[in-house]
């Protein structure tokens, strides 16, 4: 299973940070007709991307298209378990897309309305955030 992470990073480990405000950008339908909408800020891990997108392509039985809009760029340390305090930073764990309130999540296309809003409900059930199926005005 190869799950989502960056080729190449400038820094092998980044500071957690801050998430303040709300997404000014990658907040609105830009390739399909049907997304799933983050309503509150929080990190999303690779597994849980894939995981979403899994039960996404299972109901509409490969039918249709999805567009990540999330990717994970933020590589997330851990100590083993069972290891003293101190001695550095642990080890890359795995990565992070750290998302915002307002910010799409996945998109999909090419498919009715029902399908779309079941589909993008169990991928929904996948993620650790409060989220909202969105639909293009058309």
Do not use: C
């Amino acid at each position: 299973m190869a799950l989502l992470q960056p080729k190449r990073t400038k820094y092998r480990k980044a500071f957690r940070g801050k998430r303040g405000g709300v997404a000014t950008r990658n907040n609105t339908l830009s390739f399909g007709q049907f997304g799933l909408k983050s309503l509150i800020s929080g990190w999303i891990t690779s597994r849980q991307i894939e995981a979403a997108r899994r039960a996404m392509a299972h109901y509409t039985q490969r039918g249709g298209r999805i567009w990540i809009r999330a990717f994970p760029d933020k590589p997330i340390t851990k100590h083993p378990a069972e290891s003293r305090m101190g001695s550095g930073k642990g080890d890359v764990e795995g990565y992070v897309a750290v998302i915002k309130p307002g910010q799409l999540i996945f998109e999909m296309g090419a498919v009715s309305r029902e399908v779309a809003d079941e589909a993008l409900r169990l991928a929904a059930h996948k993620l650790p955030l409060k989220t909202q199926i969105v639909r293009r005005n058309a």
